[in-house]
């Protein structure tokens, strides 16, 4: 931390080393910071402590989106009164396609470990059968 301090990075993503085009990726000198190490990409936050407050209400209307998607989809499907179960399994893979499938994309292109991306799609799972259940409770 001490270290990357006195750069006073501002809040964002930065990847390093940095090359802005295809033609510097293939310079030699490139290559060779490459070979060098490290290479990482960091998230610069806000410094201070972290509110909880907007995370959450970005959480919540994540969850309506994915469950706007999942009422689209299971509504286009399955006629009113539909039985529970068939109910439960649109709306739930549906939502879990919105909780979880994307989440595979941090450990294919950003080299998250696998470990921390199959727990997180387990929270996925845990979210679309809530919400997958729900649908089903309330389906008319």
């Known amino acids: ?39 990482a990409m960091i998230t610069v936050m806000e410094n201070g402590r972290q509110s909880m407050l907007k995370d959450l209400v970005m959480w919540f209307l ?12 299971s509504s286009r499907a399955l006629a009113p009164g539909a039985h529970y179960l068939e109910v439960f399994r649109f709306a739930g893979a549906t939502a879990f396609s919105g909780y979880a ?16 991306t199959l727990r997180s799609m387990f929270d996925g799972l845990i979210y679309a059968l809530v919400t997958a259940g729900t649908f089903g409770w309330l389906w008319a």
């Open 62 to 73: 994540y969850s309506v989106i994915v469950s706007i998607f999942a009422a689209y989809i």
């Open 1 to 39: 931390m001490e270290a990357l301090r006195e750069f006073k990075l501002p809040q964002g993503e930065f990847y390093f080393p940095y090359a802005q085009t295809h033609k510097e990726m293939e310079a030699p000198e490139y290559v060779e910071k490459l070979k060098k190490g490290p290479v």
């Open 101 to 116: 499938l994307a989440l595979m994309q941090n450990s294919i292109w950003y080299k998250r470990s696998w470990a921390n």
